[in-house]
């Protein structure tokens, strides 16, 4: 899939609104939104280092910490700013993507998680990365923001 066609359909579904709060010990569609802000600024700063010829890592942000996007979404205001963020790093990373040419192949080392069904810890080309980004990363939080609309209530 490709990356603004993949922001294009999340960020429907986060402006579409109407999430139940999380099921316990999941995250709430606030805290993935800004799970995915802190992410694209990361992918932005990775995609400039490239464009710039500059060595850079890549990790993920499985490892953040609640407190930090907790503060994200305090700062924020809720999800409508977040939805706003979002819409703005996405478009910053797309625009960023736009520009690499030949040098989307450039490898970055990469560390990233993706539940028990990807495990990445080596050089990548950057290209492989953004593609990973949008073919799973993307759709496995749209799938998170679907299922907190569809789940049932629980008494």
């Known amino acids: 899939m490709e990356l603004r066609g993949a922001y294009r359909i999340l960020l429907a579904e986060v402006e579409a609104g109407g999430f139940r709060p999380a099921p316990p010990g999941g995250w709430g569609a606030e805290r993935i939104v800004a799970h995915l802000v802190a992410n694209d600024e990361l992918m932005s700063e990775a995609t400039e280092a490239v ?11 499985t490892g953040v910490h609640r407190p930090e996007l907790d503060a994200l979404v305090a700062g924020c205001g809720g999800l409508p700013g977040l939805a706003t963020l ?3 790093t996405s478009g910053r990373l797309c ?6 040419g030949p040098a989307a192949d450039t490898p970055v080392e990469t560390h990233l998680r993706e539940g ?7 050089p990548l080309p950057w290209s492989r990365t953004l593609d990973l980004h949008a073919r799973v990363h993307l759709p496995r939080h749209l799938a998170q923001l679907r299922m907190l609309r569809d789940q049932p209530q629980t008494a």
């Open 51 to 61: 464009l710039a010829g500059a060595p850079f890592a890549y990790y993920d942000l």
């Open 116 to 122: 028990f069904d990807l495990v990445v810890d080596e």
């Open 95 to 100: 625009g960023l993507v736009d520009r690499l």
């Open 86 to 88: 979002l819409r703005a």
